[in-house]
C-alpha cells in the first residue's frame, strides 16, 4: 500500500488541509485514499498517533484510561492490513506534529508502517515567518502569555528555531526509512500554490487533480491574530485580567480577524528576521539540492519575497479596530469547532462564553454551575448533497453528588441520560449548518459542599465534562 504521510511544516496550511479532509472523508473513500481512524482528531488530523493529547485522566477510572489510549500505532498497523483487504491500495495520514518529532517518533513510525511504501508530503516555508506565526497563535491561544514574547523583537531563542532546519528534519527521516520512503518537497508562498490554495495545491500533490463532488469551503479554516492583536492580549495579562476575561478578549479578536481587520503580522526586527535566514541558508542551499522542491524552477530562489515582507497596515483606524473588538466583546457568536478532542483549557472555548453554566478550566475538566448548562458551536462548511448527514457527538465525564443522569435538551427535544460516557447522533438539516450545534444540559440537583456532605444549591455543580468530541457520519 503506498502511504501518504504529510508531515506539514506548522503553519503551512496544514488546518485547512485537516479540515478538507476531515469535512470530505467520503470523497476520500470514494476516489481510493483510506483514510486511516487511528489516532485520528476529527479535523485536526492524526494528532493522537503518539499520545499527543495532553489531556489527564484518573488512573483509576477505565473510561478515562481507554480513552487516552486512542490512536496507538499498533492500532493504525492493524487498521491498515484490514484497509488492503478491503482492496485499498492508498491511505493519506496527516499531522504536522511529525515534523517535530525525534528519531525514537520516526522509527516507530517506520516499524508500524513496515511494507508499506511512504510517500512523506512536506510543505516549508521562510522560517522567520514560521516562527512570527507559531508564535502569535501561542498567544492566540494563551499559551505564550507568560513571556512577551513579541516586545523582546530581538531575542528568538534557539529552542524556538531549531525545528525549522527543514534539511536536517528531512535527512533523519531519509535515514531511518532508507528505501522505504519517497521525500516530495512543496513551497508554501501563494504565488506558487496550485490557484493560490493550499487545499487544492495538496489535491493535486498526492495525484488528486479532478475535484467534482468536493466540498471547497470558502471560509478561512484557521483565522490567526494580528501582532497588534497579540500585544493587546499580553498588555491585558499583565494587566491582570483573569483566564475567562483573556479567553473573551481572544475569541473577539479571532473575529475581528476573521473580518479581514487585521494589521501586520510581523513583529522581529528586519535585523532580526535577516539574522534567523541567514542561520538558515546554508542548510536551505542543501535542501535545494538533495530534496529539490516541486514547485519552483531552477532559477527561482526557494522562498520569495512576497512570503516574508512586511504586509501593509490595515486601513481601518485605530479606534475602528477598538470599535470592532468591542462589538464582539458585546455581541459574542458562537465559535467553529473542527471536532477534535478537547483538553480542559480548550473545553472552555466550547464549553465557555458564550455558552453559559460552566466554570473556569480545571486540569481534568470543566464543572457546570447551577441547574443549566450550554455547549454551543458552528460546523466547518459541508455540502447540504454530498456531505456528511449527521454527527456524532461523544461526551464524557463525571457526577458530583447525587447526581446520576442530565437531561439533554437538542431542538427542543429533550432525552434523560447517563453522561459518563455518550455518544450522541446530531442530523445535519440546514439550520444546524446554518446556525450550529446548541445542546442544555438540565441537572435536576446541583450541588455544594458543606462540612463535607452535598447540600442542594441553584448554584451548585453536578457534572464535570472531562472529554468532548465529533465526528462526521455520512450514513443515514
Not at 117 to 136: C, E, G, K, N, W
Amino acid at each position: 500500500m503506498k502511504v501518504y504521510l504529510h508531515i506539514g511544516f506548522p503553519k503551512t496550511g496544514s488546518t485547512a488541509v485537516q479540515s478538507h479532509i476531515f469535512t470530505n472523508q467520503q470523497w476520500f473513500l470514494n476516489h481510493g485514499y483510506y483514510i486511516p481512524q487511528a489516532g485520528y482528531a476529527s479535523g485536526f488530523g492524526h494528532a493522537f498517533l503518539l499520545g499527543a493529547d495532553d489531556y489527564s485522566f484518573s488512573a483509576n477510572d477505565t473510561v478515562f484510561s481507554e480513552l487516552s489510549q486512542q490512536g496507538a500505532l499498533a492500532d493504525l498497523a492493524q487498521e491498515l492490513r484490514s484497509a488492503e483487504l478491503q482492496g485499498f491500495c492508498k491511505a493519506l495520514i496527516s499531522w504536522e506534529g511529525f515534523a517535530l518529532s525525534n528519531k525514537n517518533v520516526i522509527d516507530r513510525l517506520k516499524q508500524t508502517l513496515q511494507g508499506h511504501h511512504v510517500i512523506l508530503i512536506v510543505y516549508i516555508r521562510d522560517q522567520p515567518t514560521l516562527y512570527q506565526s507559531a508564535i502569535l497563535q501561542n498567544i492566540e491561544n494563551l499559551i505564550a502569555l507568560s513571556k512577551a514574547t513579541i516586545f523582546e523583537t530581538n531575542d528568538v531563542p534557539d529552542s524556538e528555531v531549531n525545528n525549522y532546519n527543514f534539511y536536517r528534519v528531512l535527512s533523519t527521516w531519509k535515514s531511518i526509512f532508507a528505501d522505504q520512503i519517497e521525500i516530495r518537497v512543496r513551497v508554501y508562498d501563494k504565488n506558487k500554490l496550485l490557484e493560490k490554495n493550499i487545499v487544492r495545491d495538496f489535491l493535486q500533490f498526492i495525484g488528486l487533480g479532478a475535484i467534482d463532488g468536493f466540498s471547497l469551503q470558502s471560509k478561512r479554516i484557521n483565522t490567526s491574530i494580528d501582532a497588534r492583536s497579540a500585544a493587546l492580549l499580553l498588555v491585558a495579562k499583565a494587566a491582570g485580567l483573569d483566564y475567562k476575561g483573556l479567553l473573551a478578549l481572544s475569541t473577539a479578536l479571532v473575529r475581528v480577524a476573521d473580518m479581514s481587520k487585521r494589521g501586520q503580522r510581523r513583529f522581529l526586527t528586519k535585523q532580526a528576521q535577516e539574522d534567523l535566514r541567514r542561520r538558515f541558508r546554508k542548510s536551505n542551499q542543501q535542501l535545494v539540492q538533495e530534496f529539490p522542491p516541486e514547485n519552483i524552477g531552477t532559477t527561482d530562489t526557494l522562498f520569495s519575497s512576497t512570503d516574508f515582507e512586511q504586509p501593509a497596515e490595515a486601513s481601518e483606524s485605530e479606534l475602528d479596530f477598538f470599535r470592532h473588538v468591542y462589538h464582539a466583546l458585546r455581541e459574542p457568536v458562537v465559535g467553529l469547532w473542527q471536532g477534535q478532542s478537547l483538553t480542559s483549557q480548550r473545553l472552555a472555548r466550547v464549553a465557555g462564553p458564550p455558552n453559559k453554566g460552566w466554570r473556569g478550566p480545571e486540569l481534568s475538566g470543566v464543572w457546570s454551575v447551577g441547574p443549566e448548562s450550554e455547549i454551543a458551536f458552528r460546523l466547518p462548511q459541508t455540502d447540504s448533497v454530498g456531505g456528511p448527514k449527521s454527527i456524532i457527538l461523544t461526551i464524557a465525564g463525571r457526577y458530583f453528588g447525587d447526581n446520576t443522569t442530565t437531561a439533554i435538551v437538542i431542538n427542543d427535544k429533550e432525552e434523560q441520560t447517563c453522561l459518563t460516557r455518550k455518544e450522541i447522533r446530531i442530523v445535519m438539516d440546514d439550520h444546524i449548518r446554518e446556525n450550529g450545534v446548541h445542546i442544555y444540559l438540565r441537572h435536576a440537583t446541583p450541588q455544594v459542599l458543606e462540612n463535607g456532605k452535598p447540600v442542594c444549591s441553584k448554584s451548585g455543580l453536578a457534572f464535570k465534562l472531562e472529554f468532548l468530541s465529533y465526528k462526521f457520519n455520512w450514513e443515514k
